[in-house]
């Protein structure tokens, strides 16, 4: 028999620390060690000690490290409860989180990720078991300049339509002073870019990087006893895709529809509230598709939508604010929810939106699953 489930999570958590590394590449820097460095410096942020923590979520880098198990005695805790998520890209992790603190099985959660892909030189060009392998689209390039090539056939996207995104993160990045791509990038010189895998061009595409990004996350009853500022979390959702390349459309990605319907549905927000929008892009190809199935921009003409100019500085739609992993750093979407933080208590220095009360970050693991979050200083 169907039960009624309460779905209203508004304001029962909030995130009271963020800290991060330098980007780019650390070498000698483990996984593990990125991560308790990005800890410390949450903890700082958060005005507390390491002896508060009483959860750890851990996010597994690129070569399957960074665990709970691994972080936990480098750190020097045995919390209470600890996890480690095989793709967390920090809206993941979140929601682990908060589901944890609402269980009560933690009240203070550090969440984590590591990396030190670049420094290693990790193969992500490599092929891999899939369908999408054994007919040679390598990395996740290949398959998202196919999903490109199918929004352009059927809704006549253009190439200058599409680079607006490059050239909007890269804009938003030089004024943030951890992007590692901060140097000015003008349409002409992104359409004089040679094809990288057409019609993907270099700046379509992250770079790898290293690094660590934390987030400190408790209950919203003791935020108010933080130096900074609450964040709370609104609303969240979440929907698979696992069926994978035997899903109808699978470049598409219709699946994230089911996220979209999710979120305004479980919080009654419209996209008219968001004021500011963050969505993981290892490429893209995901900006295109996500700022769709979200309802920022009409079904298939989003193309003409973003040359308008909605997403640059100065527009009404301020999208990847830190620069994005276009420009930013490749740290699995974890920077866009630190600077979703930051803009929210106005600490995001020369790109801060004037009164940013409402964030949203939508983010996926490839083709697999997709997950959002809505977040306020408001609860």
């Not at 203070?108 to 193969?123: E, Q």
């Not at 935020?223 to 699978?250: C, F, H, W």
């Not at 700022?291 to 003409?301: Q, V, W």
Request: some cysteine; aromatic content about 8%.
């Amino acid at each position: 028999m169907a039960t009624d489930i309460d779905t209203d999570i508004r304001g029962k958590v909030a995130i009271v620390g963020v800290g991060h590394t330098p980007q780019g590449e650390l070498p000698g820097q483990s996984p593990e060690l990125n991560s308790v460095l990005a800890i410390k410096e949450a903890l700082k942020d958060a005005g507390i000690g390491r002896e508060k923590l009483d959860g750890l979520i851990t996010c597994k880098s690129v070569q399957g490290t960074n665990t709970d198990v691994m972080v936990g005695p480098l750190l020097g805790l045995n919390p209470r409860y600890a996890q480690t998520l095989d793709y967390g890209t920090c809206n993941f992790s979140l929601h682990l989180a908060v589901q944890a603190i609402l269980t009560g099985m933690a009240t203070t959660v550090a969440l984590c990720y590591g990396a030190n892909a670049r420094s290693i030189r990790f193969p992500f060009g490599a092929s891999s078991p899939t369908l999408a392998g054994a007919s040679g689209l390598m990395h996740i390039a290949g398959p998202a300049a196919m999903a490109l090539q199918r929004h352009k056939a059927m809704y006549g996207t253009t190439d200058e339509q599409f680079g607006m995104i490059a050239v909007s993160e890269r804009e938003w990045a030089q004024q943030n002073p951890i992007a590692l791509f901060r140097e000015p990038m003008s349409m002409e010189q992104y359409l004089a870019m040679p094809y990288m895998v057409e019609p993907l061009r270099r700046a379509d595409v992250t770079m790898l990087s290293d690094g660590g990004v934390s987030l400190i996350v408790t209950r919203a009853d003791l935020a108010a006893d933080y130096p900074n500022k609450p964040v709370y979390v609104l609303g969240m959702s979440e929907q698979t895709g696992i069926r994978g390349e035997y899903t109808p459309d699978y470049l598409n990605r219709e699946f994230l529809r089911g996220a979209a319907d999710q979120i305004w549905r479980n919080t009654g927000l419209t996209t008219g509230d968001i004021d500011v929008l963050y969505i993981q892009n290892p490429t893209a190809v995901w900006v295109l598709q996500m700022l769709e199935y979200y309802g920022f921009a009409p079904p298939g003409e989003v193309g003409p939508w973003l040359a308008e100019g909605h997403t640059r500085p100065g527009g009404d739609r301020p999208l990847n604010t830190n620069g994005g992993q276009l420009s930013e750093s490749y740290m699995w979407g974890w920077l866009h929810m630190v600077e979703a933080v930051r803009q929210l208590r106005g600490q995001a220095g020369q790109r801060q939106v004037t009164g940013a009360e409402i964030a949203m970050y939508c983010s996926t693991q490839v083709w697999l699953k997709g997950g959002a979050s809505i977040l306020s200083t408001h609860n």
